[in-house]
C-alpha cells in the first residue's frame, strides 16, 4: 500500500469449531496482511483483538510500532478454543480499540479506520448494534467469512457496499485468495483517502 496512513484492528475468531489447524492458519493469514503494511507509528497502526466466550485484546495499537514485533506475537497467540461471542468482541473493538488511549489516531487526523473482523459460524449473541454503531463511527468493516459462516450475519457486521466488504471463502484452502482480496481492498481505501486529501 505504499505509506498511507491506516488505524487497523483484526477482531479474530477463536471459537471450538475451528480448530487448531484453522487457527494456525488464520495466525498465517494475519501475518501475511501485516506483511504487506508499512507498520509505523506514522503509517500503519494495528491491534488484534480474539474472541471465543470472552474477548481478549492480544495487543493494541501503541503496543508495537513493527511489523515484526507483531507477527511474533501472533505466532505466540494461545487459541481459546470455546463460544463465538462476536457482538461482545464487537463491543469491545468500537469502545475501546480505536481509543486514544490503545493507541489510535485522532478523528480530526482523519486516518482511515479499518477493522477485518474473522469468523467461522454463527455468532451466539447479537451482532448487528454494535456493528452498526463502530461503522457510523466512522469505522469501516471488512466481514470475511469461513465455511459454515452465515452470510446474513456477515452482511450485518459489514460496511456497504457489502460487495465490497464481505468475503466469504469455502475453507482455509482459500486464504490467499482472501488475503489478496483484502489487501487490494483496503489499498484502495488507503490510497483513495488520500486522493481525497489531494482533491480537497
Known amino acids: 500500500c505504499g505509506e498511507g496512513p491506516v488505524d487497523l484492528v483484526f477482531v479474530i475468531d477463536g471459537s471450538k469449531s475451528l480448530g487448531e489447524d484453522n487457527f494456525e492458519l488464520l495466525k498465517q ?20 483483538i480474539q474472541y471465543s466466550t470472552h474477548v481478549r485484546t492480544e495487543f493494541t495499537m501503541a503496543q508495537y510500532s ?31 480499540s480505536f481509543s486514544e488511549a490503545q493507541g489510535a489516531r485522532r478523528k480530526s487526523l482523519g486516518v482511515p479506520r479499518v477493522a477485518i473482523v474473522f469468523t467461522d459460524g454463527r455468532a451466539q449473541d447479537e451482532v448487528s448494534d454494535w456493528a452498526s454503531q463502530a461503522k457510523q463511527s466512522g469505522i469501516t468493516i471488512y466481514a470475511v467469512g469461513v465455511g459454515k459462516a452465515i452470510d446474513e450475519e ?3 457486521i459489514a460496511s456497504s457496499p ?12 482459500s ?16 490510497v483513495g483517502n488520500e486522493m481525497m486529501d489531494v482533491l480537497c
Open 162 to 173: 457489502q460487495e465490497k466488504h464481505v468475503i466469504h471463502a469455502d475453507d482455509f484452502s
Open 154 to 156: 456477515l452482511q450485518e
Open 66 to 96: 513493527s511489523a515484526k514485533d507483531m507477527k511474533k506475537t501472533v505466532s505466540q497467540m494461545k487459541y481459546m478454543g470455546r463460544g463465538s461471542m462476536t457482538g461482545m468482541a464487537l463491543k469491545l473493538m468500537y469502545e475501546k
Open 29 to 48: 493469514f494475519v501475518n501475511g496482511i501485516l506483511d504487506s503494511l508499512e507498520v509505523s507509528q506514522k503509517a500503519a497502526r494495528v491491534g488484534l
Open 175 to 190: 486464504m490467499g485468495y482472501i488475503t489478496e482480496k483484502l489487501k487490494s481492498s483496503i489499498c484502495d481505501g488507503i
